[in-house]
């Protein structure tokens, strides 16, 4: 199955908000309806192809035959932009400004070596084009005319070691599906982003993914034991070993280059067997700076819960931690912040991590909730961009943003990202209301994640660009990371230019160079063309 071509995830799972929602937007932000729906797909107006039919007689013989180039307008339409709020914003509005030329289909790394050489030849850009799941422009080069290599032939389960617990999976092979398969041997990935139902293997690799668990399980790139990478000079593999000091480790040059150096066609990962249990519960802290606390008492001192997350005063009282439950907890003024703790693993490790964990909760203020919470948040895990496009529908602008700092620096980086949204957003005449979680967490810092809802106003992708520029400039002054885990794209690459520095980027460049001589590989992601 596709995902909805103006939306996110599967057309059927689509709910309009509740009432109480809509009263709240309506009456707190001034939201109003939408003076008209978004377009249909057949009523959008997509130009020919300007291919060349020689190029894309050579994208067949390099793809293995011609039903695996697509040329047609559904095809084309759906494989524009990524899923963000103003790539769906515009495409609603009919902008197909993005579009690929073309669909390519490769079935084997072989394959994919073929078309990026036909491409080469006859001046054609690449997007490699998972799930597309991207949320920073990350499917949007700047370099035209362009195709999008789409992955979804090649979903193997390539092989499984249970001795060494890994595996090497395909890059095109959903999340899923993945697990799907790794159950049969009784083994998980453990990895389970927002994205989880579209994403793929490859897409978690090219953009350092991190999964709700990752408390637990680790980012996807700690998890990632080798790789091979298509380009448009070669094959580079690595990872013979799950460490080594033979040089730099090549892998961490792939992980999170966003297809600007190659195409990720397979990665040889490490797996956990299949846990016997898993068990979710909220707890209750007065404030967010006191639950903070309490995180990072876990995080650096343990016991680690595998799935460990907390939830600032305005997103506990919208009820967002629970998005099936959104505006529950309007009603409860006292509710406090709520933080979501998971245990996975063997009957005992579990029963033994939640008694140690309750009692460090306990001593840091916390009071348990019981497993209601915990459970409903796990139900509804994968539902905020479903509740994203219902805001959408509703009038709303809705849209989000994450980074990351050492624990030192988390409570300016909130203080000064959230002020930044506000003001930004009143300024252009819709008030926003910001909320934000910790969403992953280290020994070191952790992640936070800020989801912002106002009134769409006059042009909401132009108001949403300047809180955005203002929301990048605060994170970078406050010691922020751009980016946690969305990853560069377009959205984000002028700030990791100055985040890397001048030196740094020059030697990115000379490797872009190097294994992408001709500049087709998604230009203008991740690195500023030359």
């Known amino acids: 199955m596709d995902m909805l071509w103006n939306g996110w995830g599967d057309p059927a799972k689509a709910a309009p908000l509740p009432e109480t929602v809509t009263g709240l937007l309506r009456d707190l932000l001034g939201v109003k309806p939408r003076s008209a729906p978004p377009l249909a797909l057949e009523d959008i107006r997509l130009p020919g192809s300007t291919a060349d039919p020689a190029a894309l007689a050579a994208l067949a013989r390099a793809a293995g035959g011609e039903e695996h180039v697509r040329t047609d307008a559904e095809s084309r339409i759906r494989h524009t932009r990524g899923k963000s709020t103003p790539d769906l914003l515009r495409l609603r509005a009919g902008d197909v400004s993005d579009v690929p030329q073309a669909v390519v289909l490769p079935a084997s790394h072989d394959e994919v070596l073929a078309v990026l050489g036909a491409c080469a030849a006859h001046g054609l850009a690449v997007v490699p084009f998972g799930g597309g799941t991207s949320v920073v422009g990350g499917l949007a080069p700047e370099r035209r005319p362009f195709v999008a290599l789409d992955l979804r032939r090649m979903n193997r389960l390539q092989a499984v070691d249970p001795v060494s617990r890994t595996a090497v999976l395909q890059a095109g092979l959903r999340a899923p599906e993945a697990e799907a398969l790794l159950a049969g041997h009784g083994f998980t990935l453990g990895h389970f982003p927002q994205s989880f139902e579209w994403a793929t293997i490859g897409g978690f690799a090219a953009a350092r993914s991190s999964g709700q668990a990752s408390a637990g399980y ?313």
Request: aromatic fraction near 6%; charged fraction near 20%.
């Open 218 to 530: 680790g980012r996807f790139d700690d998890m990632v034991l080798g790789l091979t990478l298509a380009t448009t000079e070669g094959t580079v593999e690595t990872g013979r070993a799950p460490r080594s000091a033979a040089g730099p480790d090549l892998r961490q040059l792939v992980l999170g280059s966003e297809g600007a150096f190659g195409v990720i066609t397979s990665v040889l990962v490490r797996i956990r067997p299949l846990p016997e249990t898993r068990h979710y519960e909220g707890w209750r802290f007065a404030s967010f700076d006191v639950g903070a606390a309490a995180l990072r008492r876990l995080a650096q001192d343990g016991p680690r819960p595998t799935v460990l997350r907390l939830s600032d005063e305005t997103e506990t009282l919208i009820g967002l931690a629970q998005p099936d439950a959104i505006g529950a907890g309007a009603a409860h003024s006292d509710a406090g912040c709520l933080a979501i703790t998971g245990y996975e693993g063997t009957a005992e490790d579990t029963a033994h991590r939640r008694a140690q964990a309750a009692a460090v909760l306990t001593a840091c203020g916390g009071t348990l909730l019981g497993a209601e919470p915990g459970e409903r948040w796990a139900h509804g895990r994968y539902s905020a961009p479903y509740l994203r496009d219902a805001l959408l529908d509703a009038g709303a602008f809705a849209e989000t943003l994450e980074t990351a700092a050492f624990w030192s620096a988390v409570p300016g980086l909130y203080d000064g990202v959230r002020t930044a949204l506000t003001d930004a957003l009143t300024r252009a005449g819709t008030p926003p209301l910001v909320m934000c979680h910790i969403s992953h967490v280290y020994e070191n810092g952790a992640s936070l994640y800020f989801t912002v809802v106002s009134a769409q106003g006059e042009d909401p992708v132009a108001h949403w660009a300047t809180a955005k520029h203002a929301a990048n400039d605060a994170v970078l002054a406050a010691g922020g990371t751009i980016t946690h885990h969305h990853g560069v794209g377009t959205d984000h690459r002028d700030w990791y230019v100055r985040e890397a520095g001048p030196l740094g980027i020059a030697a990115l460049q000379a490797v872009k160079r190097r294994l992408d001589p001709e500049g087709i590989l998604n230009p203008g992601v991740l690195l500023p063309t030359d």
